[in-house]
């Protein structure tokens, strides 16, 4: 029974992939609004139904993977060395390079690029962007709450949460410019957006260190 279930598990994880690279892969040759949901079901050969069944929405395509990301960037923070502040942990996780700033290959870099412009020229896919970006601060602000005692009605989490999320924030719209202008090599971006970020977080830190350390 345990053999079947594994093989059963396994099976779906093929299937979800492969709906979410067939996806992406039309979405980055034509643009999120010009492809159907019947469209991707017809090329994977597989039902309408059963695109719908891995993923609820169109959006979640190409956001699939972004419910681990949250639960890694919780776990940073939660999980961080005693003493290490919220700020410092944050940095720690969100300026490892990620998606094609991390890959070794090349044509593996050059597809999650499409990718990212693809996002930055689709409204409904920057719309749904913003919702995620929501539920991070709503979700960090609730730890930093926990860790910290905070009482009901204390805005002081939901202020670092907010500040955080914003820097992420910023980080991934500085990466979208440098995409849309002339060609850049990636690596000198990622030197590039670490430098950025670290600024910016010790920016942070001088307004919010004293309530940091105490979480």
Same mark, same amino acid.
Do not use: W
């Given at each position: 029974?345990?053999?079947?279930?594994?093989?059963?598990?396994?099976?779906?994880?093929? =299937? !979800?992939?492969?709906? %979410?690279?067939? *996806?992406?892969?039309?979405?980055?040759?034509?643009? &999120?609004? +010009?492809?159907?949901?019947?469209?991707?079901?017809?090329?994977?050969?597989?039902?309408?139904?059963?695109?719908?069944?891995?993923?609820?929405?169109?959006?979640?395509?190409?956001?699939?993977?972004?419910?681990?990301?949250?639960?890694?960037?919780?776990?940073?923070?939660?999980?961080?060395?005693?003493?290490?502040?919220?700020?410092?942990?944050?940095?720690?996780?969100?300026?490892?390079?990620?998606?094609?700033?991390?890959?070794?290959?090349?044509?593996?870099?050059?597809?999650?690029?499409?990718? =990212? !412009?693809?996002?930055? %020229?689709?409204? *409904?896919?920057?719309?749904?962007?913003?919702?995620? &970006?929501? +539920?991070?601060?709503?979700?960090?602000?609730?730890?930093?709450?926990?860790?910290?005692?905070?009482?009901?009605?204390?805005?002081?989490?939901?202020?670092?949460?907010?500040?955080?999320?914003?820097?992420?924030?910023?980080?991934?719209?500085?990466?979208?410019?440098?995409?849309?202008?002339?060609?850049?090599?990636?690596?000198?971006?990622?030197?590039?957006?670490?430098?950025?970020?670290?600024?910016?977080?010790?920016?942070?830190?001088?307004?919010?260190?004293?309530?940091?350390?105490?979480?």
């Amino acid at each position: 029974m345990a053999t079947e279930l594994g093989l059963r598990e396994r099976k779906k994880q093929r =299937t !979800r992939q492969l709906l %979410a690279d067939t *996806a992406r892969r039309l979405f980055s040759e034509r643009g &999120f609004e +010009r492809i159907s949901v019947a469209e991707i079901a017809r090329v994977a050969e597989l039902s309408e139904a059963t695109v719908f069944n891995y993923f609820p929405s169109k959006e979640d395509l190409v956001y699939s993977g972004l419910e681990t990301f949250e639960d890694e960037l919780l776990a940073s923070i939660h999980e961080r060395p005693a003493g290490q502040a919220v700020i410092a942990a944050f940095g720690e996780f969100i300026l490892e390079p990620r998606g094609f700033l991390g890959v070794e290959d090349d044509e593996a870099a050059q597809e999650l690029m499409a990718v =990212t !412009r693809m996002i930055a %020229a689709s409204p *409904a896919l920057l719309a749904r962007e913003q919702q995620i &970006f929501a +539920r991070y601060t709503e979700s960090l602000a609730r730890l930093i709450a926990e860790q910290t005692g905070a009482r009901a009605g204390d805005l002081r989490p939901y202020v670092v949460a907010n500040a955080l999320i914003g820097v992420h924030r910023a980080l991934i719209s500085y990466v979208r410019e440098r995409l849309d202008g002339p060609l850049v090599d990636r690596r000198d971006l990622a030197r590039d957006l670490r430098d950025r970020g670290e600024a910016a977080l010790a920016l942070l830190a001088d307004g919010l260190g004293a309530y940091d350390e105490g979480a």
